[in-house]
């Protein structure tokens, strides 16, 4: 079975600045996708950013970025520019092509120091 | 805009009195799901539909149902609920399928929480 592990329950950076959010898993597969969703407080989850596993290319939208290394099957988040809006709790999850279900981490909540 | 809309957005109920959550969504989506999500964890999913094949995980309890009459709507049924089961419900839908043009993206609603009295 497939496993996503967020080992930082928590993590805060100074507003402006860069934090990386950690994320592992453990498939057999080849293809896949991985994905981070962020759940802002008492608001619905909305989708940051998506790499799909056959891709080499790292994933960027705006501030956020993602190191994907497939190896050691590592998928940590970059967000550069901290805003306050950013804060929130966010997840990591994996989906194995041709299958509908998402695997989710535990979270990483993330706080803005203003 | 096109979106996954929970109602309510907040239920209480009486210990062992039937319950429906309700989802709808804009987004003709061929997949809906519904989680459930405790305080600070990773939502858990309760069962999906692919059009309309039912498909139940193994760990979810009987006293969970789900009806999908059309492809914009699909109802949690919790039969007799328990304190237990007081919980984020989160409805989310995606495009399942092949094709350059699925992103398997999940969108999701604002979500429902349930409280048991």
């Known amino acids: 079975a497939q496993t996503v592990t967020q080992s930082q329950p928590e993590m805060s950076v100074q507003e402006a600045e860069t934090v990386t959010l950690s994320c592992t898993y453990d498939?057999?597969?080849?293809?896949?996708?991985l994905f981070w969703y962020k759940q802002p407080p008492s608001r619905q989850m909305i989708l940051v950013i998506r790499q799909e596993a056959y891709k080499q290319q790292n994933a960027t939208e705006n501030r956020f970025s993602v190191n994907f290394q497939k190896a050691a099957k590592s998928f940590s988040l970059k967000i550069s520019d901290s805003q306050l809006g950013d804060a929130a709790m966010y997840f990591c999850?994996?989906?194995?092509?041709?299958?509908?279900?998402?695997?989710f981490g535990t979270g990483t909540r993330l706080t803005i120091i203003p | 805009d096109a979106m996954v809309i929970q109602n309510p957005r907040y239920q209480v109920t009486q210990f062992g009195k039937p319950v429906t959550l309700s989802c709808s969504q804009t987004l003709n989506h061929n997949v809906m799901y519904w989680y459930q999500q405790k305080s600070s964890q990773a939502p858990k999913l309760l069962f999906h539909y692919y059009d309309k094949d039912f498909n139940n995980e193994a760990d979810t309890p009987d006293n969970f149902q789900s009806r999908r009459p059309n492809t914009s709507f699909c109802f949690l049924d919790i039969r007799s609920p328990g304190l237990g089961d007081a919980a984020m419900y989160l409805c989310a839908t995606s495009r399942g399928g092949g094709g350059a043009e699925v992103k398997n993206i999940q969108y999701f609603g604002a979500g429902t929480r349930l409280s048991v009295l």
């Open positions: 999850a994996y989906k194995r092509f041709g299958n509908e279900k998402l695997t």
């Open positions: 498939t057999s597969e080849s293809d896949y996708y």
